[in-house]
């Protein structure tokens, strides 16, 4: 596997070209939207299977299967081109496997009205699912937002867990310190969420639950533990999956590296698994800043991994970009964007997309005019190289896995960089 940065006089015959690889290898590969215009310091993934086979006439998926004593769902994930195809045809090159050199899993966090053929194009390449659609309200009950049966049900078919997610923020991810307050001083309402929780997977299908924490710090943790421990409890007699999704809040101050240090030791011996994830939503309120930062991750995970099994951790990936204005001003927020929407904004402005080794992120400057006023802009988002780092940090802390906040929209380029190098994990029965 290679990471191509495009040069200014770069094209993506010259790219393929110089690679020995197809141009619509590359296209398929990276899920590229405009491949006649590329922009200078884009990414471009560039992958060499171990093997392949060419279809004859006749043949199906299964045949070829069961020629190599693989899987369907190994196929659909080496070649996404099969999802929503009927057919395929002689002369169709199908990728049967790649040289990988560890294992992962991934859990995708979702709401339930995602586009059904993202999904399905996407259940492939996840161990889980925490399908975002449950919020904790007043005396520990619970709100459902929308009809889960159908994605719970394509999951399944997928070898894919669902995970009930549950939260005290809202949709939107707007917090409510004092609900999580008065859930947390209040016996009774523990009580009354339990039930709740466990009366809803039983009903649901759902094979667990995976409780995004948002407000848990140093001073309160004795609360949050003491709530898990209550919920652990019940889960393990139930025989349902625990997972929670913690913010780390990390941040430089001073120069120096600053999260809060949680009793990790302990919760995760009450859960099966922690994933580490700086929330990202619709509208950024902060400074400028990376989307995310390896350098922040590792000092973080130093830390972790000496207090907390390793195999029971996972790190976030936040597939978004943000738009701020410059000079920032503390009142405005940045608005969001999709990976290849950053990119097409590089495109059309004419930009030239600059690299932060520190943070291993992208970014490009732009400009816009309004009023006859001229608005200066940056853009930070993620790329191959964010993502590759990421993954490298699972290998070398040996950590389960990763989060990817979130699925709703499909990004091609990231799946192709991890099928590549990782064998992902399912843990239910594959066909």
């Not at 006089?9 to 215009?37: F, M």
């Not at 619709?282 to 390896?294: A, K, L, M, Q, R």
């Not at 979130?406 to 399912?426: G, R």
Request: charge should be negative; charged fraction near 15%.
């Amino acid at each position: 596997m290679e990471i191509y940065v495009v040069q200014i006089e770069d094209n993506i015959y010259t790219i393929a070209d110089s690679h020995g690889v197809s141009v619509s290898q590359l296209i398929q590969d990276n899920g590229l939207e405009n491949p006649y215009s590329l922009v200078p310091g884009q990414t471009i993934v560039i992958v060499y299977p171990s093997l392949t086979h060419t279809v004859e006439e006749g043949e199906s998926l299964i045949d070829i299967a069961n020629i190599y004593s693989v899987t369907i769902m190994q196929l659909l994930r080496n070649n996404p081109f099969l999802s929503g195809r009927d057919y395929i045809y002689p002369g169709d090159t199908i990728v049967i496997s790649y040289n990988t050199n560890q294992k992962l899993t991934t859990n995708g966090y979702a709401y339930p009205y995602i586009n059904k053929k993202t999904l399905i194009k996407t259940l492939p390449y996840l161990t889980y699912l925490s399908i975002f659609n449950y919020q904790f309200s007043e005396a520990g009950e619970i709100i459902k937002y929308s009809e889960d049966t159908e994605i719970i049900k394509l999951a399944k078919d997928y070898s894919v867990i669902p995970l009930m997610m549950i939260s005290s923020l809202s949709p939107q991810g707007k917090s409510n310190v004092e609900l999580d307050y008065r859930l947390l001083h209040t016996k009774e309402y523990h009580e009354n969420m339990i039930v709740n929780i466990l009366n809803t997977l039983k009903s649901s299908g759902y094979y667990g639950i995976n409780i995004m924490i948002s407000t848990i710090n140093e001073s309160n943790q004795s609360l949050y533990i003491d709530l898990l421990t209550e919920i652990s409890y019940y889960l393990n007699k139930e025989g349902y999956l625990f997972y929670i999704t913690i913010n780390p809040d990390l941040k430089y101050i001073d120069d120096t590296i600053t999260f809060e240090q949680l009793d990790y030791s302990r919760i995760s011996q009450l859960v099966n698994g922690i994933i580490f994830l700086q929330y990202v939503w619709g509208n950024n309120p902060g400074p400028p800043s990376p989307v995310s930062s390896i350098n922040l991750q590792s000092g973080f995970l130093d830390y972790v991994v000496s207090v907390a099994p390793p195999e029971k951790l996972a790190v976030g990936k936040p597939l978004i970009g943000y738009d701020w204005q410059l000079p920032y001003n503390p009142n405005s927020y940045a608005y969001s964007l999709t990976l290849n929407a950053a990119i097409s904004l590089a495109r059309d402005a004419g930009a030239i997309i600059l690299f932060n080794e520190t943070s291993q992120t992208p970014y490009f400057f732009y400009k816009t005019s309004y009023a006859a006023e001229v608005i200066e802009h940056i853009v930070w988002f993620i790329d191959a190289r964010s993502i590759n780092s990421l993954d490298k940090l699972v290998a070398e802390y040996s950590l389960a896995g990763s989060g990817i906040w979130n699925i709703m929209v499909y990004y091609q380029q990231m799946w192709t960089l991890i099928i590549s190098q990782n064998e992902i994990v399912k843990i239910l029965p594959v066909a």
